[in-house]
């Protein structure tokens, strides 16, 4: 079992940067994928970036490429989201994630979720 805690939500400007954290523990070794989905009231949850522990490769979605990095850190097993240039469509329940493969986009591919942190951007 893994868990994923999630940190660094909260209420910023249009324009603004915020950084998420998630923190995993457990039996971590088999998840070699950690990433971000993030649910707006009223929608499906939708993929947002992932990366592979392995090969430090990373996937996004392209509503997000350019102004959003992750990051990994595998010593602290520790997965970061850097989020520049926030808009108001970015306000959103932002979901940690663990699974197998950093390439899977879909929530089905993900075996491990954190509870979720709150973004919200004002315009």
């Known amino acids: 079992q893994v868990s994923l805690v999630e940190s660094g939500g909260g209420l910023v400007q249009a324009g603004d940067s915020l950084s998420l954290s998630c923190a995993a523990s457990?039996?971590?070794?088999?998840?070699?994928?950690m990433g971000w989905f993030r649910q707006a009231p009223g929608k499906e949850r939708e993929f947002v970036a992932a990366i592979s522990k392995r090969y430090g490769l990373a996937n996004y979605a392209d509503s997000v490429k350019g102004r959003f990095t992750i990051s990994r850190n595998n010593a602290a097993n520790t997965v970061n989201l850097r989020m520049n240039s926030l808009r108001p469509e970015d306000t959103a329940v932002y979901f940690c994630a663990a699974g197998p493969r950093y390439s899977g986009r879909a929530s089905d591919d993900y075996d491990y979720w954190g509870q979720g942190t709150q973004v919200t951007v004002s315009s």
């Open positions: 457990g039996r971590t070794l088999n998840t070699d994928a």
